[in-house]
């Protein structure tokens, strides 16, 4: 049997925040997002994790430019509860699902979205549009 291998997106490191980033836990070498060959999405920034089904995936949008201090690190959305990793201000993938994730900040409901900060946006958004099929 075909085994779809594993896609791996690295996240785009701005120098201007690696530094902050690098005092977070949160570097190159531990964070990616992976598209696992049992049609998962996986993605670590640092010691943060998120794991869901990639048909768990509703909508994916492409998102950005950002301001610094509402995208950089880890961040929570008191607005929509949505969650960013965030490396760069260039943009990234904003993924919303079906049920939402757990909740990975204290105080904050689960998390109905994710946006990324991949080196390869279109790439990304183009693997998950066809590995997740949504609407």
Same mark, same amino acid.
């Given at each position: 049997?075909?085994?779809?291998?594993?896609?791996?997106?690295?996240?785009? @490191?701005?120098?201007?925040?690696?530094?902050?980033?690098? =005092?977070?836990?949160?570097? %190159?070498?531990? #964070?990616?997002?992976?598209?696992?060959?049992?049609?998962?999405? $996986?993605?670590? @920034?640092?010691?943060?994790?998120?794991?869901?089904?990639? #048909?768990?995936?509703?909508?994916?949008?492409? #998102?950005?430019?950002?301001?610094?201090?509402? =995208?950089?690190?880890?961040?929570? #959305?008191?607005?929509?509860?949505?969650?960013? @990793?965030?490396?760069?201000?260039?943009?990234?993938?904003?993924?919303? @699902?079906?049920?939402?994730?757990?909740? $990975?900040? %204290?105080?904050?409901?689960?998390?109905?979205?994710?946006?990324?900060?991949?080196?390869?946006?279109?790439?990304?958004?183009?693997?998950?549009?066809?590995?997740?099929?949504?609407?």
């Amino acid at each position: 049997a075909y085994i779809v291998p594993m896609e791996k997106y690295p996240f785009r @490191f701005d120098r201007t925040f690696t530094p902050m980033l690098v =005092a977070m836990g949160v570097r %190159p070498d531990n #964070s990616s997002v992976v598209l696992s060959d049992d049609d998962r999405v $996986l993605v670590t @920034f640092g010691r943060w994790k998120v794991d869901t089904p990639l #048909s768990n995936i509703d909508c994916i949008e492409l #998102s950005g430019p950002y301001r610094w201090y509402r =995208a950089i690190g880890v961040r929570g #959305s008191r607005v929509d509860q949505g969650l960013t @990793f965030g490396s760069t201000t260039a943009g990234g993938v904003c993924m919303t @699902f079906h049920e939402p994730i757990p909740a $990975l900040l %204290p105080g904050m409901k689960h998390h109905p979205g994710l946006t990324v900060t991949v080196v390869d946006r279109d790439g990304l958004a183009a693997a998950l549009e066809s590995r997740s099929g949504p609407d």
